[in-house]
């Protein structure tokens, strides 16, 4: 019997060592797996999404096809992070997954609300919108009904959105998202360059004290409409202390701690191409 007890003892000694061991191995393992606090992370970029993708442009997607890409993504071992986890991981201690990817989606369709928001919460998946302000303003001003293929979220959506810990918010700026012209702040209204640059500090605190107000959040993320921008306008949005700023311009980023988080690369999303065609692109790079 005291036999029995003694072997019991010493299988129970070695589990534990062993299981002291693998806690020691795996509090050592640096965050990127990789022996080096670096990482390439690919952000995607959405816009509208509809059930008939070819009623509206070319990036229009369907619900069928964003819920292909988002499995494609988790099916190759990707987890959707927000702007600001990469923010906290570039300028602070905080961690990434082993293979992080950023989904964001423009401008602030209502027909994200209304599809995105709920496949992101069906795998609940992280993703960032990006609104225009005013558009978001006029919709919740006048109440009316809104249609999947033009309207925009409302300021109630969108803390419904932010408040499921699933959205983060994103500043396209409140009124300088001319499609007619598609140069963004280059084309801010002034007779010289000073007054062009109070006009567009103005626009974006104006989104900025709207988000607040009405969502609760401060955006740490500025993205630039149609990708315009200069060394003025981009030292504009830095000195105004957003920490990331999106581009258009397509390419994987290589993050790394004290790195940098201006001008991230993002991959525009077209319809009629297929999940893996459009994302074999990306990740074989």
Not at 140 to 149: I, L, M, R, T, V
Not at 160 to 177: A, I, K, P, R
Request: charged share 25%; proline share 4%.
């Amino acid at each position: 019997m005291k036999k029995k007890k003694k072997f019991y003892e010493n299988i129970m000694l070695v589990l534990l060592m062993g299981v002291i061991l693998l806690a020691s191995k795996r509090a050592s393992l640096p965050a990127s797996g990789g022996g080096e606090e670096k990482y390439d992370v690919p952000i995607i970029m959405y816009h509208a999404v509809m059930k008939d993708e070819g009623r509206s442009g070319k990036y229009v997607i369907t619900p069928e096809v964003l819920r292909e890409d988002i499995e494609y993504i988790l099916d190759m071992g990707y987890e959707p992070v927000f702007i600001s986890d990469i923010i906290n991981f570039v300028y602070s201690d905080s961690p990434l997954p082993q293979k992080p990817i950023v989904l964001t989606f423009d401008d602030g369709y209502y027909n994200n609300y209304l599809y995105a928001y709920p496949i992101s919460k069906e795998y609940g998946i992280k993703a960032v919108i990006s609104i225009i302000g005013k558009h978001t303003y006029l919709q919740s001003e006048s109440g009316e009904k809104q249609a999947e293929s033009y309207s925009h979220v409302s300021w109630e959506q969108l803390k419904e959105m932010s408040d499921s810990g699933l959205w983060e918010v994103g500043n396209h700026t409140y009124d300088m998202h001319n499609t007619g012209k598609k140069n963004g702040l280059l084309a801010a209204s002034g007779k010289n360059t000073e007054e062009k640059n109070k006009n567009i500090i103005s626009d974006i605190t104006k989104l900025q004290d709207l988000i607040k107000e009405n969502v609760g959040v401060t955006p740490k993320t500025f993205v630039f409409p149609f990708g315009s921008y200069d060394e003025n306008t981009n030292a504009l949005i830095r000195d105004l202390g957003f920490e990331a700023t999106l581009s258009c311009i397509e390419g994987i980023n290589e993050i790394s701690r004290g790195g940098n988080t201006e001008l991230l690369y993002r991959y525009n999303r077209p319809a009629g191409v297929s999940t893996k065609e459009f994302f074999a692109g990306i990740f074989n790079k």
